[in-house]
């Protein structure tokens, strides 16, 4: 069974920084790109950050500069770090991986359960 747990979310002051993290477990038998996604209140769910296995990290314009993609392939992580926070920036986080389980030819898309940041102005 294919899980995705997240991490370090929370409350924050705005100029402030957190750094989300994302574990991947279960019958992965190739991951391609991993990412992250967020959903603020009555808006639509965006990319905010996707970094595939061996291409170019990619970053919505409204966190770029700020916010840094990270990945560590040995142990299906991905990282977040998130710095000068801005209010708009509150919303849950989604961890998003490409996998393919074992025994599969079947590439799918996972998601997490989300993590809450806030960030008070």
């Known amino acids: 069974q294919v899980q995705l747990v997240e991490s370090g979310g929370g409350l924050v002051q705005a100029g402030g920084s957190l750094r989300l993290s994302c574990a991947a477990s279960?019958?992965?038998?190739?991951?391609?790109?991993m990412g992250w996604y967020r959903q603020a209140p009555e808006k639509q769910r965006e990319l905010v950050a996707s970094?595939?296995?061996?291409?170019?990290?990619m970053y919505a314009d409204s966190v770029k500069g700020r916010f840094t993609i990270s990945r560590d392939n040995a142990k299906n992580t991905v990282h977040l770090q998130m710095n000068s926070l801005k209010f708009e920036d509150t919303a849950i986080y989604y961890c998003n991986v490409l996998g393919r389980q074992s025994g599969s030819t079947h590439w799918q898309n996972y998601w997490g359960q989300g993590t809450q940041v806030t960030v008070s102005s």
């Open positions: 970094i595939p296995s061996g291409g170019v990290t």
């Open positions: 279960g019958s992965f038998a190739s991951i391609d790109a």
